[in-house]
């Protein structure tokens, strides 16, 4: 672990707290001031590795809980976790039948970086629309999405893609994101429709930006 990492001081707060990655204090702090998450709800959890948000998640609902990842996730008692990529036809099956009721989708997940800006972009801009069309998959209405992004070309583009699938949108950094980063999160509550109903009302659309 390079030392920019021990000086950290969210980084040394996780490890003393037990949690897998500094990331987990993202999700609480999204959580605190957006109640996105329900002592009864089922949430999956996509790019889920090493598993923060997932211990997070354990501390903020009684449901079901599944996390995917293309990389392996050591075991967490009573959370179903998935390896695969969950673009493909056959993990989102598995996910589907792990999890019949999904309240909540959660996304901290990115591409490896190249460092070319527009093609990092892209690909962050892609990844972000397939989760947002799983977990249209997925949601009951009514249900709620967190999903991480940066800000950059085609993020506004991005940004009407969920409008149109949640009533109420909100793009926010969180408190421990690092200074300097354009990381953001787009946080959707409110789905229009289950998996079952592809209506869309845009009239009812709203984004917030904190």
């Keep these: 672990m390079g030392s920019q990492w ?24 999204i959580n605190t001031r ?35 990842d293309l990389n392996p996730v050591a075991p967490l008692e009573g959370v179903v976790t998935i390896m695969g990529d969950f673009t493909t036809p056959e993990v989102q099956e598995q996910v589907r039948a792990a999890m019949p009721s999904v ?10 970086l190249s460092g070319a800006k527009a093609y990092d972009q892209a690909r962050i801009t892609a990844l972000n629309e397939d989760a947002l069309n799983f977990a249209a998959t997925l ?24 409008k149109a699938r949640f009533y109420s949108v909100r793009v926010i950094r969180s408190s421990a994101t690092r200074r300097g980063s354009t990381e953001c999160y787009i946080v959707a509550k409110n789905f229009i429709g289950d998996a079952r109903d592809d209506r869309i009302k845009p009239e009812r659309k709203e984004e917030e930006e904190e």
């Design 139 to 162: 949601l009951k209405q009514g249900g709620n999405l967190v999903m991480k992004s940066f800000q950059g070309t085609d993020f506004n583009e991005l940004v009407d893609l969920v």
């Design 103 to 112: 309240n909540v989708v959660v996304c901290d997940a990115s591409p490896h």
């Design 6 to 29: 021990t000086r950290d001081a969210v980084y040394r707060k996780s490890v003393k707290e037990g949690f897998r990655a500094r990331s987990a204090y993202k999700l609480l702090d």
């Design 34 to 68: 957006f109640n996105i998450i329900r002592r009864t709800d089922n949430v999956v959890d996509l790019g889920c590795a090493p598993g923060s948000w997932l211990q997070v998640l354990k501390t903020l609902t009684d449901g079901k809980l599944c996390g995917v």
